[in-house]
């Protein structure tokens, strides 16, 4: 069985940076972070595989950074240059089997497990 716990959400201004943390246990294939903000759909932000590929979506790319430590229990999401759009609930979702179809990065169903979630808020 895995478990996921989110750390790290918090209210910061825009142009701040905020870490975020999930702690796993049990081997981890896939790791994604999706934001969840009111009256918008659930949408993945940034991705990492077990062998440290990593990959961003929207207006992720070039402010975010998805990362894990050579354990593999603790993965990080590092957000820069935050804007108001950027806030939501912030869920670190995960898959432990791996998918030899390749990894379906943006679809929600396809994890297993999903953290309790970490509120961002950015104030403009």
């Known amino acids: 069985q895995v478990h996921l716990v989110e750390s790290g959400g918090g209210a910061v201004q825009a142009g701040g940076s905020l870490r975020l943390s999930c702690a796993t246990s049990?081997?981890?294939?896939?790791l994604a972070w999706f934001r969840h903000a009111p009256g918008r759909e659930r949408e993945v932000v940034a991705a990492i595989g077990d062998d440290g590929s990593t990959n961003y979506f929207g207006s992720a790319k070039g402010r975010f950074t998805v990362s894990t430590d050579s354990g593999k229990n603790t993965w990080l999401l590092e957000m820069n240059d935050l804007e108001p759009e950027d806030s939501g609930m912030y869920y670190c979702?995960?898959?432990?089997?791996?998918?030899?179809?390749?990894?379906?990065?943006?679809?929600?169903?396809?994890?297993?497990?999903w953290g309790q979630g970490t509120q961002v808020t950015v104030s403009s």
């Open positions: 979702a995960a898959r432990s089997t791996r998918s030899y179809r390749g990894p379906r990065w943006w679809l929600a169903e396809w994890y297993e497990y």
């Open positions: 049990g081997y981890i294939y896939y």
